[in-house]
């Protein structure tokens, strides 16, 4: 296992649509378990492959005490209205208000290569929207108001402006107990 560096606001990888997987191999699986543990450490409650530089259509997934592997996931089914606070690994200390469907339905594959379907509301169901976003190149920020994108857009400009490059590496959490 090993902890992927994080692809941060401005890496291209985050604005490119990420390809169908198809076939579950050893390469995926891997990675969906590289990915659980950097959304670990970096104490996210889901993490796209693409956030970690890789456009495949991999996804990882923990909220109200879920924790699943999303694989070519679709949404087949949505309904309702939230709006929520949301933020993202690949935007530090930038938040903002999200309104999407509060319930859905999603098929997708696990990291055995298992078909299953999934209905998810609340967090969770946002979570996933989320992630599956990532895949698709979208961010939070892309469903917000142009004024309100442009104000979070600066705030992060100012509190990123010494950055070099967009990526970042992922500390691990205090050391794991046996
Ligand atoms: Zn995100």
Redesign the pocket.
């Known amino acids: 296992m090993s902890l992927l560096r994080l692809h941060l606001l401005g890496s291209p990888v985050l604005r490119q649509r990420s390809a169908e997987v198809g076939n579950v191999d050893d390469d995926a699986r891997r990675l969906v378990v590289d990915m659980f543990e950097t959304m670990d450490a970096a104490k996210g409650i889901?993490l796209?492959a693409n956030?970690v530089g890789i456009a495949r259509r991999i996804a990882v997934v923990d909220a109200d005490g879920d924790r699943f592997a999303l694989i070519d996931p679709v949404i087949v089914e949505a309904e309702g209205s939230d709006t929520a606070e949301e933020g993202?690994?690949?935007i530090p200390e930038i938040y903002g208000d999200v309104t999407r469907p509060d319930r859905i339905v999603i098929e997708a594959m696990d990291q055995e290569g298992n078909r299953y379907r999934k209905e998810a509301s609340g967090l969770k169901a946002r979570a996933i929207q989320?992630e599956i976003d990532?895949l698709d190149g979208i961010?939070?920020l892309d469903h917000l108001s142009l004024i309100k994108r442009q104000m979070l857009l600066a705030k992060y400009r100012r509190e990123h402006k010494d950055d070099t490059g967009h990526t970042k590496e992922v500390q691990a959490a205090t050391a794991r107990s046996e």
């Open positions: 889901g796209a956030q993202c690994l690949s989320h990532h961010l939070f």
